[in-house]
Nanobody, 124 residues
Framework: QVQLVESGGGLVQAGGSLRLSCAASGGRFSSYAMDWFRQAPGKEREFVAAISGYGRSTHYPDSVKGRFTISRDNAKNMVYLQMNSLKPEDTAIYYC?????????????????WGQGTAVTVSS
């Protein structure tokens, strides 16, 4: 069983930056690919970023490519999401997720473990 705890959300103006963190416990961290998803009010949960177990592979949807960067520190059991040039449409609850297999574009149904989420609000 893997436990995931996100932090770092908050309120930021458009064009600003935030760094989300996710602390993992309860498993061999490097065995898991890690993802970030987000869910805006009234919308489905969507994929934001993925990173393989040792960080050699990453993938992003076009909506965040070039603005968001996922990284991980296996020594600290941490995964991060650096978000730059934030837009109001980035407003959502952001969820950390762990998968036993790396999938470049995972769906919510592919996720093995979820965090509780952290809220990000981008004001215009």
């Amino acid at each position: 069983q893997v436990q995931l705890v996100e932090s770092g959300g908050g309120l930021v103006q458009a064009g600003g930056s935030l760094r989300l963190s996710c602390a993992a416990s309860g498993g061999r961290f490097s065995s898991y690919a890690m993802d970030w998803f987000r869910q805006a009010p009234g919308k489905e949960r969507e994929f934001v970023a993925a990173i393989s177990g040792y960080g050699r592979s990453t993938h992003y949807p076009d909506s965040v490519k070039g603005r968001f960067t996922i990284s991980r520190d296996n020594a600290k059991n941490m995964v991060y999401l650096q978000m730059n040039s934030l837009k109001p449409e980035d407003t959502a609850i952001y969820y950390c997720a762990a998968n036993l297999a790396y999938i470049s574009t995972p769906l919510p149904g592919n996720v093995d473990y979820w965090g509780q989420g952290t809220a990000v609000t981008v004001s215009s």
